[in-house]
């Protein structure tokens, strides 16, 4: 059901994705990597070296975060924070505790896993496993910024006073810093103004949510500008989005997480309600059950209207007529809804919200598949229409469940990835299954862009940063 939204995601937000969380880390891993080939270092020295490092940055950050926390109030935790605190006493850290293998972070590498696919993309690093430094790496400006971490890396423990004295490695500095501002330039790529290559798409988006954030208050990126993006006029008006390719692409895939959204929760729903043994019929009729005893014509018929008289849409799926209803039928409206869409949007937006591939717009779930579903019972009960789609959904489950079956070659036993089982028309579920949209990733790129001087956020609003001008 998300697969459509990730994948358009990580085309539209090239060298972020949900586990890169603060900007410094990206100078720390390229700074590390130069380091490393300067030395002529083998892997297990470079890994070694990198953890040292991720701890020293996480010590000086976890620190001045518990002193100065209104300098962190755009950007998430340091890596490794809970376990540094955990282990530091108040006298300071044991650097070479925390950094040994498995202690602050589980892979050998720390945390450069989570960022090592965004780095190579951005060419900060190379594909090499033993991380060598991409022709994007400015180590002359990053070791300015960060060229301390190497000084510190060789001492097994670090004292309060000089956690102090090291504040300028805090991930909160590099929004100042030499490493912040080469990353700026890196990110904002100011000489790609179209979305012809990765730079110019990522370029595009930053241009976009920089600028919705001047059009009007923003405290949670990925709602507040979701909304605006999708429902606002001026949005679909002002010079500077209308102007970007992607806005549009942007608000059609909005639009699609509501589906999206809505069929994660409509199956959370669903297994969630399977007690013990369950015969499916039982499952389909809790859903069934609570709707109307109306025709999927009439039901259809009284959703609120998606679009305006000018062809904008508006937020139906915010309509205060749907927020009363149950949640499963909420869900079966918004999903509605969505089946809709797909027939009024047009252009970027219809992209952004189906795809361009054939498999995209047809597969089942879809949008369309949908519309056409609702249009083939539309004179036909909508209670018997969601035993029918609760059947679907079962032997759905199924199905992807099958094919992602893995052997395990050890114990001889086929593992099968699923929440729920079928056996002989009767289900049971082994755990609870949980709900909620899609991610944008704005939330992880917007703390990242304030990790690098191009926003900021002052008691809780976003803005424009010091660097901002590289974008906005």
Not at 23 to 33: D, E, F, P, Q, V
Not at 380 to 385: C, H, I, M, N
């Amino acid at each position: 059901m998300e697969r459509f939204t990730m994948n358009v995601v990580d085309r539209l937000v090239p060298g972020v994705t949900t586990v890169t969380l603060n900007a410094r880390y990206y100078a720390l891993h390229g700074l590390i990597s130069a380091e490393a080939q300067r030395r002529g270092l083998p892997r297990s020295a470079a890994q070694s070296l990198l953890r040292r490092a991720e701890v020293v940055v996480g010590a000086v950050s976890a620190r001045h975060y518990r002193a100065a926390g209104f300098a962190h109030e755009a950007l998430s935790r340091p890596h490794g924070y809970d376990e540094i605190l955990r282990r530091g006493s108040d006298g300071g850290v044991d650097v070479a505790e925390l950094a040994a293998p498995g202690i602050y972070a589980k892979p050998n590498w720390g945390f450069w896993p989570a960022y090592r696919g965004s780095e190579v993309l951005l060419r900060i690093v190379t594909r090499a496993d033993d991380i060598g430094p991409g022709d994007q790496m400015d180590t002359g400006a990053v070791a300015q910024g960060l060229g301390d971490v190497l000084d510190l890396v060789s001492r097994r423990t670090l004292d309060d006073a000089t956690l102090d004295a090291y504040e300028s490695l805090c991930i909160c500095h590099s929004a100042t810093s030499a490493d912040g501002a080469w990353l700026a330039r890196l990110f904002a790529a100011s000489d790609a103004e179209t979305p012809a290559t990765r730079a110019g798409v990522r370029r595009q988006t930053l241009r976009m949510i920089a600028r919705v954030i001047q059009l009007t208050e923003v405290r949670r990126v990925t709602r507040d500008v979701s909304r605006f993006l999708a429902y606002e006029p001026e949005a679909m008006s002002d010079p500077v989005l209308s102007a970007l390719e992607l806005s549009d692409e942007w608000r059609g895939l909005i639009l699609r997480n509501y589906s999206v959204t809505a069929w994660r929760s409509l199956w959370a729903w669903l297994v969630n309600g399977i007690q013990g043994l369950t015969p499916r019929a039982e499952l389909a009729a809790h859903l069934a059950d609570l709707l109307p005893d109306s025709t999927v014509g009439a039901f259809r018929d009284g959703l609120p209207r998606t679009m305006d008289s000018t062809g904008r849409p508006v937020p139906a799926e915010h309509d205060p007529g749907l927020l009363g209803l149950e949640t499963p039928v909420r869900d079966l409206s918004v999903l509605a809804l969505g089946a809709r869409r797909v027939r009024e949007l047009a252009g970027r937006e219809l992209h952004g919200f189906e795809g361009y591939e054939a498999q995209d717009r047809y597969e089942q779930l879809a949008p369309r598949w949908l519309a056409d579903q609702l249009d083939r019972w539309h004179d036909r009960s909508l209670r018997d229409f969601a035993r029918w789609l609760t059947d679907t959904m079962v032997d759905r489950s199924q199905r992807l469940a099958l094919a992602k079956a893995r052997l395990d070659p050890r114990k001889g036993v086929l593992k099968i990835p699923t929440r729920v089982h079928l056996r002989d028309d009767l289900l049971f579920r082994d755990s609870d299954e949980t709900a909620g949209s899609a991610s944008l990733r704005w939330d992880q790129l917007a703390g990242i862009l304030a990790g690098m001087g191009l926003l900021a956020r002052t008691d809780a609003v976003w803005g424009i940063g010091d660097r901002g001008d590289l974008i906005a």
